[in-house]
Nanobody, 123 residues
């Protein structure tokens, strides 16, 4: 399995922007679809965004559409999540995840996970 390390979280104010980064090692990054999930205290894990192996197909959860952008740099084995217009309800631990496929990766297909990075949005 690959190893994933997230970075970029922190405490921000509503309306701010934050960029999360996830660096992947231990495998061929080009063989993996990547995604971001998040989990707030007392809530279930929520799908945020996913991107296919080459970066041409992206999908977003309804709550972040139009505000968040997922991208990847295969040369650097890195996936990014640009979060704009942050809201207090975006407060959560954000997890990077990988699924070894060049096809469609559904949320349940992601089986490699990072440790998470906390994002806290104050009102």
């Amino acid at each position: 399995q690959v190893q994933l390390v997230e970075s970029g979280g922190g405490l921000v104010q509503a309306g701010d922007s934050v960029r999360l980064s996830c660096t992947v090692s231990g495998g061929s990054f080009n063989d993996y679809a990547m995604a971001w999930f998040r989990q707030a205290p007392g809530k279930e894990r929520e799908f945020v965004a996913r991107i296919n192996w080459i970066g041409l197909v992206t999908n977003y959860g309804d709550s972040v559409k139009g505000r968040f952008i997922i991208s990847r740099d295969n040369a650097k084995a890195t996936v990014l999540l640009q979060m704009n217009g942050l809201r207090p309800e975006d407060t959560a631990t954000y997890y990077c995840a990988a699924a070894r496929t060049r096809g469609i990766a559904y949320p349940e297909d992601f089986d490699s996970w990072g440790q998470g990075t906390q994002v806290t949005v104050s009102s």
